[in-house]
């Protein structure tokens, strides 16, 4: 299988605190994105970062990339109940225009 | 503006029958996706296009077809329904190829449980 990991599962915080969720991959890629999915609905797009980028921000999150391990994290900083949701990373291999997803990592917010 | 809509949501088959997901997107994008959605697998492509006319198999398409005869649909085709296809499966469609591949934006889902 190509599908990359996610961890951990699943994560659990109180309001504030920064969440840190890790991917990682197998193929060499073109970029790696984040996805949101809230329960029973279709993903959103959060951030993308290329193969070429090794950090992306973007308002609360905070993207690293290190291709040469083949993984990336995730940061959300001062997490907010709204944060309650799953997220999937997803690479696009290089030379392809397949998106593979990793298993997701749940995560919840305590208000 | 739509973005992806899939139809039906929920749908519930007999094993053995045929029937289409149907997905449309009205962003005039080049790409659009099949996949499907299980507990704790995450989503795993089924098949993809590139465009009109191409398409190719992802990771799963083993019990699926699709066609692409025009920019805006993609449906997909279970062949012989079978218990392990019941999934949620979500369409999504990007404007962008190769180095420039961008972001996916991606239906609500259609729920499909075989009997």
């Known amino acids: 299988s190509q599908q990359g990991e996610e961890d951990p599962q699943a994560l659990s915080i109180q309001e504030g605190e920064n969440a840190t969720m890790n991917c990682s991959y197998k193929?060499?890629?073109?970029?790696l994105q984040w996805y949101r999915q809230n329960s029973g609905r279709g993903l959103v797009h959060l951030i993308l970062i290329r193969s070429n980028e090794r950090e992306k921000h973007s308002g609360r999150l905070r993207v690293t990339l290190d291709t040469s391990k083949k993984s990336s994290s995730l940061l959300i900083t001062a997490s907010r109940a709204a944060d309650t949701a799953s997220y999937f990373c997803?690479?696009?291999?290089?030379?392809?225009?397949?998106?593979?997803f990793g298993t997701g990592t749940r995560l919840k917010v305590l208000a | 503006n739509a973005g992806v809509t899939q139809t039906p949501k929920f749908q519930v088959l007999k094993t053995g029958q045929s029937m289409t997901l149907q997905c449309a997107q009205d962003?005039?994008?080049?790409?659009m996706s099949w996949y499907r959605q299980d507990p704790g697998m995450g989503l795993r492509l089924i098949h993809y296009s590139v465009g009109a006319g191409i398409t190719d198999q992802g990771e799963v398409p083993n019990g699926y077809n699709v066609s692409r005869s025009t920019t805006e649909d993609f449906p997909l085709r279970l062949l012989s329904a079978a218990p392990s296809q019941t999934s949620v499966y979500f369409c999504?469609?990007?404007?962008?190829?190769?180095?420039?591949?961008?972001?996916?934006?991606f239906g609500e889902g259609s729920r499909l449980t075989v009997l």
């Open positions: 193929t060499s890629i073109n970029n």
């Open positions: 962003m005039n994008h080049e790409y």
């Open positions: 999504a469609s990007s404007y962008g190829q190769g180095r420039n591949t961008g972001e996916l934006f």
């Open positions: 997803a690479t696009v291999t290089a030379g392809t225009y397949k998106y593979i």
